[in-house]
């Protein structure tokens, strides 16, 4: 193992243990369960419509909040904020995302979810949005600091109740109810592509 393949792996695990995580292996959030903990926030579109707000935290070598909470004049805002900048995620949510309305707002009998969490060498935020039976769309951003941001888009995942990021990088979305699901890895640490 190379220095280099040293430090970025020692960098993953000081982010997770710096934030705190005290969820056990195997970490459920509404739509995302996370292989080795994680932190996660959800809101449902009731909640958001009446104005209350969703935040975790996470500390270690580039400290952040995630903040979901309705945008003004209307539509939601998931708030990254690092330091005195922050991006809304809203605005990059990729097209196809179910749960949306014309104008950004989450539609009635959604749940909005933010989870944080490393899995497969990769620190990911996944941004889900489904109506807890059969619609579920997950989006994926991989840490990647930049000069314009601190997450960059790596695609949409299509399911139906959740997914599983798993310790071994594939991501499972289950579908049906015979036990069956579909594959996805993320490749180049910047896109997702489904297994065959």
Same mark, same amino acid.
């Given at each position: 193992?190379?220095?280099?393949?040293?430090?970025?792996?020692?960098?993953?695990?000081?982010? !997770?243990?710096?934030?705190?995580?005290?969820?056990?292996?195997?970490?459920?959030?509404?739509?995302?369960?996370?292989?080795?903990?994680?932190?996660?926030?959800?809101?449902?579109?009731?909640?958001?419509?009446? *104005?209350?707000?969703?935040? +975790?935290?996470?500390?270690?070598?580039?400290?952040?909040?995630?903040? /979901?909470?309705?945008?003004?004049?209307? *539509?939601?805002?998931?708030?990254?904020?690092?330091?005195?900048? *922050?991006?809304?995620?809203?605005?990059?949510?990729?097209?196809?995302?179910? *749960? +949306?309305?014309?104008?950004?707002? /989450?539609?009635?009998? +959604?749940? !909005?979810?933010?989870?944080?969490?490393?899995?497969?060498?990769?620190?990911?935020?996944?941004?889900?949005?489904?109506?807890?039976?059969?619609?579920?769309?997950?989006?994926?951003?991989?840490?990647?600091?930049?000069?314009?941001?601190?997450?960059?888009?790596?695609? #949409?995942?299509?399911?139906?109740?959740?997914?599983?990021?798993?310790?071994?990088?594939?991501?499972?979305?289950?579908?049906?109810?015979?036990?069956?699901?579909?594959?996805?890895? #993320?490749?180049?640490?910047?896109?997702?592509?489904?297994?065959?």
């Amino acid at each position: 193992m190379t220095m280099t393949c040293k430090l970025l792996r020692a960098a993953c695990l000081f982010l !997770l243990l710096c934030a705190g995580v005290a969820r056990a292996a195997g970490s459920e959030g509404i739509f995302v369960t996370l292989p080795q903990g994680g932190k996660s926030a959800a809101l449902t579109a009731e909640e958001i419509a009446s *104005g209350k707000e969703a935040e +975790f935290s996470v500390e270690g070598p580039q400290p952040m909040s995630v903040t /979901l909470r309705r945008n003004s004049p209307n *539509g939601v805002s998931i708030l990254v904020l690092a330091g005195d900048l *922050g991006w809304n995620l809203a605005y990059e949510l990729p097209q196809g995302m179910h *749960g +949306f309305g014309e104008y950004g707002e /989450l539609e009635a009998q +959604f749940t !909005l979810e933010a989870a944080l969490g490393s899995f497969g060498g990769r620190t990911v935020l996944f941004i889900a949005s489904g109506d807890r039976t059969a619609l579920l769309s997950v989006a994926l951003f991989v840490y990647a600091p930049g000069k314009d941001r601190l997450f960059a888009p790596a695609g #949409l995942i299509q399911g139906q109740r959740r997914i599983e990021a798993r310790a071994d990088g594939e991501i499972h979305a289950p579908y049906g109810s015979q036990g069956l699901f579909e594959r996805y890895r #993320l490749e180049d640490s910047v896109s997702v592509r489904k297994i065959e």
